[in-house]
């Protein structure tokens, strides 16, 4: 069954650095989402991405970060000034082309800010 | 926004125990999704149920959207099934497309 992928499996980085987090979705997706779980709390939503542009963004979403689809198989996720509180995991997910469609996530990015 | 509660929030079961997990939701949803988080932090998609009663082996799931609420029922528990369960409803119409998740049960299956 298509997965999708996410790189690396964990990232430790110093605080005010940038951080770039990868992402392979299932290739006939058409929808794509990240996602942020601060240890021991719900898995909250941060962006969702069509079309190559920004469809919503949850209040999280400031303007340290940032989303990019650079080709026709990756999808980033940037820190630009990484905080403390950027310390999170982060999932990627993509959907089928009709929105009702369930969301498949990705194994998930552990970041930690030093 | 809308509220997504999940109870208990945590359940210790002894290996072979039966359970029922509970979501209840506070507004009308376009579908729902049960995840398991395993001990390394995976998200398992168990099911994506907008309404009616799914069937996947030892799992079961159950969503009465008039009602706002959907059900996950594990049966002969085993210690592999320990971890966090989540469930997901999803919301769409005009730019929206997201899925806001549940507070989570934490369960400890025990041998």
């Known amino acids: 069954e298509p997965e999708v992928t996410q790189t690396p499996s964990h990232q430790v980085t110093q605080m005010g650095q940038e951080v770039i987090l990868r992402c392979v979705p299932i290739?006939?997706?058409?929808?794509f989402y990240w996602y942020r779980q601060i240890l021991g709390q719900k898995v909250e939503f941060l962006v969702s991405f069509y079309n190559n542009e920004i469809s919503e963004k949850s209040e999280i979403f400031d303007d340290q970060f940032s989303v990019e689809r650079p080709d026709g198989s990756n999808f980033t996720l940037k820190i630009r000034s990484t905080k403390l509180e950027d310390s999170a995991m982060y999932f990627c997910a993509s959907s089928y082309l009709d929105l009702n469609q369930p969301q498949h996530f990705g194994d998930g990015t552990r970041l930690s800010i030093l | 926004g809308i509220q997504v509660e999940q109870s208990p929030p945590d359940l210790i079961l002894q290996e072979g125990a039966n359970s029922t997990l509970r979501c209840n939701f506070s507004?009308?949803?376009?579908?729902l999704q049960w995840f398991h988080q395993n001990p390394w932090g995976q998200l398992i998609n168990l099911f994506y149920?907008?309404?009616g009663t799914k069937q996947n082996g030892r799992l079961s799931a159950t969503t009465v959207a008039t009602e706002r609420y959907s059900l996950l029922y594990i049966s002969s528990s085993q210690t592999t099934d320990s971890g966090v369960y989540f469930c997901?409803?999803?919301?769409?119409?005009?730019?929206?497309?997201?899925?806001?998740f549940g507070t989570g049960t934490l369960l400890a299956v025990q041998p």
């Open positions: 290739s006939n997706h058409l929808y």
């Open positions: 997901a409803v999803l919301i769409y119409g005009g730019a929206t497309n997201k899925l806001i």
């Open positions: 507004d009308s949803v376009n579908n």
């Open positions: 149920i907008p309404s």
